[in-house]
């Protein structure tokens, strides 16, 4: 390390001196990176001369799932450290950090996952050179030492030395070679480790996006297009130029920007704007047109094959002939829905000559940094993202570039530091949402079994939406700008043309035993702004197919856990959560008078999930009264996160089940805030019980996995108390 990274590493830490430093290379970041005085060359563990001084820099970004938590969990393990005693800071934006194409980005369930082994290793590495520094010291060898929270000492107890005072004496060529505990052994690992981020949060000193402010910086809010695809065609700013503290009013790529001050002048202001808008080709579309061409398309065509196992025709053709068993047939209809995060979109951007400064919260800051660096001609290496340490919410929402750049371009065109600021009206009408989706399934059930399971999907692919954005980020930077786009414009077709459907369909092939299946896809290639929503295709898929799985209990007279029981006969870990979750409610009691119980199951990002609802149906409403989870997601790195997790996956699936709907209508959405999109308040909630199953696997997703069944538990104890199917949401008795 060079004496100016030096430098710049202690103020970045604020340590006071830099006793050892060691970095730790994540799987693909085995090479230098390339974001000159800005990255530390890796992540970063740090060790400072006085007492209680560690650091540890990590490149994932904390949106309330616990990853920092978890990250030092995992690492404080192996060193023998209590991470409550370590100092966590967010990594500058950097490959070195890249998950996915060389890009660092927080998605999908895979923090925990794409960490495990490389944190717990680092950590055994680094307290194997400890002990072998103490050693020295002592006299004596690494056999005769133990650790324990941050002190080496002889077994018997006669010498010690902290990590602090030992740090000047580690050797960077000892950080090796580090053995690992046994699951027996640990102290941290599954015990429960207090939160980092809760004393921040409850002292108000947390730092979110939209808490950064700059000296001089500019405020700006945008007045969008009522439709998507609309354009400005002229715009009066004369009213809005009289409000004190308006700097300007300009027209921008995304619409009018009003320029000023404070947040409430340039919002006040806006409403005075008068804007002539050309409507564009979407003026006329709506929700329910898009439904019917979804339903025609699907009546039609099975379309795009996503999944196919054994001879789902030849099962349907049996039967119209020797009508042999029940056929099930069914369609289900899903809304758009708004990711509605407590944190409205913002960033900051102060563009000059020669570099671009960017203060935003991003699931994605790498396509943050490469996007500014396209859009302006500049190198990468001269656009620095800093990335907040916390996202008021994320849900895939804050994966996007859409509110940086809108930043970047003001403060290019106004060559001053500008904030723009989204209004939670802005957010739920002009953010991109999860997209609507039918769904036409059919089976038959011969001999108390599915014998053949057909599900056709209709919905516009994410991937698609998501590929030709941001491939040109995860390519090289020295490709000229123009090549990357046409790479990326290449791979998407040759995406859709191998009928790659991972996220679109992704939870729709049944994890039943179930010999005869087809998963069918239909897009219609719409030009509505859509995106990763937490469960993504799981969040929608897990709900059909668990609903129709309980049609199918139903048809086969059976009792859908027992139903779900011998189709999960070949699947271990699937049936322990099923079996689970059925005694912890006590499956089939009797149940007070208007109570009903519902089950679903569901796999998704590697972890398995059961859940039994108990709910309320009384003069047409619906009360929620408990739920039990049970969750295997491997080994439980922080049991109290995993809780909150599955807790707050089926809070927000109950939402969208229960509330959520965007309808769009003459090319814009209807809804604009939480009095039309309504959302699970304290009061609506549900009770949730939470059991996690012991296990030596290695850990997976936690953040999204609660979801996907939620909803399906809920209909299905809907339909048990009064007859009526939920094939559309939000769920109604009327």
């Given at each position: 390390m060079s004496d100016f990274n030096r430098r710049e590493f202690l103020k970045y830490t604020g340590l006071s001196s830099l006793g050892f430093i060691v970095s730790i290379q994540t799987p693909l970041a085995a090479k230098k990176a390339i974001v000159g005085g800005q990255a530390f060359e890796h992540h970063y563990f740090a060790i400072g001369e006085k007492a209680n001084e560690f650091v540890f820099i990590m490149d994932k970004a904390e949106m309330g799932q616990g990853v920092i938590t978890g990250q030092a969990t995992i690492f404080c393990e192996e060193i023998d450290l209590n991470p409550e005693r370590i100092n966590i800071l967010p990594a500058p934006v950097d490959p070195i950090y890249g998950t996915m194409g060389d890009m660092q980005l927080t998605g999908g369930s895979t923090s925990t996952p794409d960490r495990w082994q490389v944190l717990r290793q680092a950590g055994a590495d680094i307290r194997a050179a400890l002990l072998k520094a103490a050693a020295k010291e002592f006299g004596t060898t690494s056999d005769n030492l133990v650790t324990s929270d941050g002190v080496v000492s002889t077994k018997d107890g006669s010498k010690s030395l902290t990590y602090n005072k030992l740090a000047t004496l580690i050797k960077r060529e000892d950080v090796k070679g580090g053995k690992l505990k046994s699951p027996k052994d640990f102290k941290y690992i599954g015990k429960g480790v207090k939160k980092a981020d809760a004393l921040e949060k409850t002292m108000g000193e947390a730092q979110f996006g939209i808490d950064f402010?700059?000296?001089?910086?500019?405020?700006?809010?945008?007045?969008?297009?009522?439709?998507?695809?609309?354009?400005?065609?002229?715009?009066?700013?004369?009213?809005?130029?009289?409000?004190?503290?308006?700097?300007?009013?300009?027209?921008?790529?995304?619409?009018?920007?009003?320029?000023?001050?404070?947040?409430?002048?340039?919002?006040?202001?806006?409403?005075?704007?008068?804007?002539?808008?050309?409507?564009?080709?979407?003026?006329?579309?709506?929700?329910?047109?898009?439904?019917?061409?979804?339903?025609?398309?699907?009546?039609?065509?099975?379309?795009?094959?996503?999944?196919?196992?054994?001879?789902?025709?030849?099962?349907?053709?049996?039967?119209?002939?020797?009508?042999?068993?029940?056929?099930?047939?069914?369609?289900?209809?899903?809304?758009?829905?708004?990711?509605?995060?407590?944190?409205?979109?913002?960033?900051?951007?102060?563009?000059?000559?020669?570099?671009?400064?960017?203060?935003?919260?991003?699931?994605?800051?790498?396509?943050?940094?490469?996007?500014?660096?396209?859009?302006?001609?500049?190198?990468?290496?001269?656009?620095?993202?800093?990335?907040?340490?916390?996202?008021?919410?994320?849900?895939?929402?804050?994966s996007t570039v859409d509110y940086p750049m809108e930043a970047l371009e003001l403060s290019q065109k106004l060559k001053e530091p500008v904030r723009v600021m989204w209004s939670r009206e802005d957010d739920m009408q002009f953010s991109p949402m999860r997209p609507i989706n039918r769904h036409h399934l059919k089976a038959v059930v011969k001999e108390g079994k599915p014998v053949g399971y057909?599900?056709?999907?209709?919905?516009?692919?994410?991937?698609?939406?998501?590929?030709?954005?941001?491939?040109?980020?995860?390519?090289?930077?020295?490709?000229?700008?123009?090549?990357?786009?046409?790479?990326?414009?290449?791979?998407?077709?040759?995406?859709?043309?191998?009928?790659?459907?991972?996220?679109?369909?992704?939870?729709?092939?049944?994890?039943?035993?179930?010999?005869?299946?087809?998963?069918?896809?239909?897009?219609?290639?719409?030009?509505?702004?859509?995106?990763?929503?937490?469960?993504?295709?799981?969040?929608?898929?897990?709900?059909?197919?668990?609903?129709?799985?309980?049609?199918?209990?139903?048809?086969?007279?059976?009792?859908?856990?027992?139903?779900?029981?011998?189709?999960?006969?070949?699947?271990?870990?699937?049936?322990?959560?099923?079996?689970?979750?059925?005694?912890?409610?006590?499956?089939?009691?009797?149940?007070?008078?208007?109570?009903?119980?519902?089950?679903?199951?569901?796999?998704?990002?590697?972890?398995?999930?059961?859940?039994?609802?108990?709910v309320k149906i009384k003069d047409g409403t619906i009360k929620v009264q408990k739920v039990f989870c049970s969750v295997d997601c491997g080994v439980a790195i922080n049991p109290d996160i995993i809780v909150d997790q599955m807790k707050s996956g089926i809070i927000y699936g109950l939402s969208a089940a229960l509330h959520g709907k965007m309808d769009l209508k003459n090319g814009g959405f209807v809804q604009t805030n939480f009095h039309e999109y309504n959302v699970m308040t304290l009061d609506g909630a549900p009770d949730i019980e939470v059991e996690i199953i012991d296990s030596e696997v290695s850990p997976m997703g936690v953040g999204e996995p609660g979801l996907p069944p939620a909803g399906a538990a809920v209909a299905n104890a809907i339909f048990a108390g009064s007859g009526k199917r939920m094939r559309t949401m939000p769920f109604t008795l009327s």
């Amino acid at each position: 390390m060079s004496d100016f990274n030096r430098r710049e590493f202690l103020k970045y830490t604020g340590l006071s001196s830099l006793g050892f430093i060691v970095s730790i290379q994540t799987p693909l970041a085995a090479k230098k990176a390339i974001v000159g005085g800005q990255a530390f060359e890796h992540h970063y563990f740090a060790i400072g001369e006085k007492a209680n001084e560690f650091v540890f820099i990590m490149d994932k970004a904390e949106m309330g799932q616990g990853v920092i938590t978890g990250q030092a969990t995992i690492f404080c393990e192996e060193i023998d450290l209590n991470p409550e005693r370590i100092n966590i800071l967010p990594a500058p934006v950097d490959p070195i950090y890249g998950t996915m194409g060389d890009m660092q980005l927080t998605g999908g369930s895979t923090s925990t996952p794409d960490r495990w082994q490389v944190l717990r290793q680092a950590g055994a590495d680094i307290r194997a050179a400890l002990l072998k520094a103490a050693a020295k010291e002592f006299g004596t060898t690494s056999d005769n030492l133990v650790t324990s929270d941050g002190v080496v000492s002889t077994k018997d107890g006669s010498k010690s030395l902290t990590y602090n005072k030992l740090a000047t004496l580690i050797k960077r060529e000892d950080v090796k070679g580090g053995k690992l505990k046994s699951p027996k052994d640990f102290k941290y690992i599954g015990k429960g480790v207090k939160k980092a981020d809760a004393l921040e949060k409850t002292m108000g000193e947390a730092q979110f996006g939209i808490d950064f402010h700059k000296e001089g910086m500019l405020t700006a809010v945008i007045l969008r297009p009522p439709t998507f695809g609309g354009k400005v065609k002229s715009f009066d700013k004369s009213k809005a130029m009289e409000i004190k503290g308006i700097k300007d009013v300009i027209e921008v790529s995304r619409g009018v920007a009003v320029i000023g001050e404070k947040y409430w002048q340039v919002n006040k202001a806006r409403a005075l704007v008068k804007v002539d808008w050309e409507l564009g080709k979407n003026k006329d579309l709506s929700s329910e047109s898009i439904q019917k061409q979804y339903k025609d398309l699907l009546e039609s065509d099975s379309g795009k094959k996503a999944h196919a196992a054994g001879d789902v025709e030849k099962i349907f053709e049996e039967f119209k002939k020797d009508k042999s068993g029940v056929l099930v047939e069914a369609q289900y209809e899903l809304p758009y829905l708004a990711h509605a995060t407590m944190e409205p979109m913002n960033a900051a951007a102060d563009v000059k000559e020669d570099r671009v400064d960017i203060w935003v919260g991003s699931q994605g800051p790498t396509s943050v940094q490469n996007e500014a660096a396209d859009r302006l001609g500049l190198n990468r290496d001269q656009v620095f993202v800093h990335n907040m340490k916390y996202l008021g919410g994320g849900f895939g929402r804050r994966s996007t570039v859409d509110y940086p750049m809108e930043a970047l371009e003001l403060s290019q065109k106004l060559k001053e530091p500008v904030r723009v600021m989204w209004s939670r009206e802005d957010d739920m009408q002009f953010s991109p949402m999860r997209p609507i989706n039918r769904h036409h399934l059919k089976a038959v059930v011969k001999e108390g079994k599915p014998v053949g399971y057909e599900h056709r999907i209709g919905c516009e692919s994410l991937i698609q939406a998501f590929i030709p954005g941001t491939m040109p980020h995860m390519l090289p930077g020295w490709l000229p700008k123009g090549i990357r786009k046409g790479v990326a414009s290449v791979a998407g077709g040759a995406l859709d043309l191998m009928n790659f459907h991972m996220v679109t369909g992704e939870g729709a092939t049944l994890d039943y035993d179930v010999e005869n299946q087809f998963v069918g896809i239909q897009e219609l290639d719409l030009d509505i702004p859509i995106h990763f929503w937490r469960a993504v295709g799981h969040s929608y898929n897990g709900f059909v197919k668990e609903s129709f799985i309980d049609e199918l209990a139903h048809a086969a007279k059976a009792d859908p856990y027992a139903f779900r029981q011998k189709l999960l006969a070949k699947n271990a870990r699937g049936l322990t959560v099923l079996n689970k979750a059925a005694k912890m409610a006590n499956w089939g009691k009797e149940m007070p008078k208007d109570v009903y119980q519902g089950i679903a199951y569901h796999f998704s990002f590697g972890s398995y999930v059961a859940q039994v609802a108990e709910v309320k149906i009384k003069d047409g409403t619906i009360k929620v009264q408990k739920v039990f989870c049970s969750v295997d997601c491997g080994v439980a790195i922080n049991p109290d996160i995993i809780v909150d997790q599955m807790k707050s996956g089926i809070i927000y699936g109950l939402s969208a089940a229960l509330h959520g709907k965007m309808d769009l209508k003459n090319g814009g959405f209807v809804q604009t805030n939480f009095h039309e999109y309504n959302v699970m308040t304290l009061d609506g909630a549900p009770d949730i019980e939470v059991e996690i199953i012991d296990s030596e696997v290695s850990p997976m997703g936690v953040g999204e996995p609660g979801l996907p069944p939620a909803g399906a538990a809920v209909a299905n104890a809907i339909f048990a108390g009064s007859g009526k199917r939920m094939r559309t949401m939000p769920f109604t008795l009327s």
